[in-house]
């Protein structure tokens, strides 16, 4: 991600404790509510966010705090766009597997290994890297066809 092509960015940093992570999804599903994406949109990319970063903390960083987890927020002309640092165990290569189940069965709803499979679904583009020692998460959505890009009012 180029932060010069950027129309706006924030970065957010937290502690890596899971009590953390919510406070990182209400900002991101502030951000989303004032880009005026639908209610139901805004909380599918707030879950995928918090999926994301909930993972770095369990399994890049098995779940010790004292190490940061950084996510730049990038507003851009036609897609909102989130990078997730942390310098933890990279990701393993892993195939990305169709996940089978009734979902009108809740008491036999896996218990885990969705959040790959939400992070595709929910997000137009996923991709991760690994640079030197630091893990790299990005996530874009698009803004729907029919919404200007940008906020609602025009302004930032």
Not at 16 to 29: E, I, K, Q, T
Request: proline residues 7%; glycine residues 8%.
């Amino acid at each position: 991600m180029n932060l010069e092509e950027a129309v706006s960015s924030i970065k957010l940093i937290i502690d890596s404790r899971l009590a953390n992570v919510r406070l990182l999804g209400l900002a991101v599903h502030a951000v989303c509510t004032y880009l005026n994406f639908a209610p139901t949109a805004a909380y599918q990319i707030q879950l995928t966010l918090v999926e994301a970063v909930t993972n770095v903390i369990r399994h890049a960083y098995d779940g010790q705090p004292g190490q940061e987890v950084e996510v730049t927020v990038t507003l851009r002309p036609q897609w909102l766009s989130f990078q997730v640092k942390d310098t933890g165990r990279p990701l393993p290569a892993l195939k990305m597997q169709a996940l089978e189940f009734d979902p009108g069965d809740v008491k036999h709803l896996p218990e885990g290994g969705m959040g790959r499979v939400i992070m595709h679904h929910v997000m137009d583009r996923v991709e991760y890297r690994r640079v030197g020692e630091t893990n790299i998460l990005t996530l874009d959505k698009y803004f729907p066809p029919q919404q200007t890009p940008g906020c609602p009012r025009g302004e930032f």
